[in-house]
């Protein structure tokens, strides 16, 4: 779960830049929250990312407990081409990670939240 400043603008981020699909909103008036689920497929098969706004909050300080949220992709730098022409931000661009082989990249989503890239070729 991330909690984020504007709502909208982080469903547009992962969806229209980060190519995963809104599975399900639901707002809570009564606690004063709104939360909505986006993924690349449904639970039980897929992973699901819950996007937390809490009503009236626009930012958040991330503290030094988060790391970053971890995505396989097939291609990092095709993937980092196509985030950067819907309008993301790439902080580091696909290559072998320090020490080792595996290639990564890193995105940074609306919040400041860090995602890697880490390339894994289809088997």
Same mark, same amino acid.
């Given at each position: 779960?991330?909690?984020?400043?504007?709502?909208?603008?982080?469903?547009?981020?992962?969806?229209?830049?980060?190519?995963?699909?809104?599975?399900?909103?639901?707002?809570?008036?009564?606690?004063?929250?709104?939360? +909505?689920?986006?993924?690349? #497929?449904?639970?039980?098969?897929? $992973?699901?990312?819950?996007?937390?706004?809490? =009503?009236?909050? !626009?930012?958040?300080?991330?503290?030094?407990?988060?790391?970053?949220?971890?995505?396989?992709?097939?291609?990092?730098?095709?993937?980092?081409?196509?985030?950067?022409?819907?309008?993301?931000?790439?902080?580091?661009? +696909?290559?072998?990670?320090? #020490?080792?082989?595996?290639?990564? $990249?890193?995105?940074?989503?609306?919040?400041? =939240?860090?995602? !890697?890239?880490?390339?894994?070729?289809?088997?």
């Amino acid at each position: 779960m991330l909690r984020v400043g504007n709502l909208q603008r982080s469903i547009d981020f992962y969806t229209n830049v980060m190519g995963m699909t809104l599975l399900r909103t639901s707002d809570n008036p009564s606690q004063k929250y709104t939360l +909505a689920f986006v993924g690349y #497929g449904k639970n039980p098969e897929h $992973a699901e990312l819950e996007l937390t706004w809490n =009503y009236g909050v !626009e930012s958040y300080d991330q503290g030094t407990a988060y790391g970053h949220i971890a995505i396989a992709v097939e291609d990092a730098a095709q993937t980092c081409a196509a985030i950067k022409q819907s309008g993301g931000t790439v902080t580091r661009d +696909a290559g072998p990670v320090k #020490g080792g082989s595996t290639v990564i $990249a890193f995105v940074q989503d609306p919040d400041g =939240y860090k995602i !890697e890239l880490i390339e894994r070729k289809p088997m």
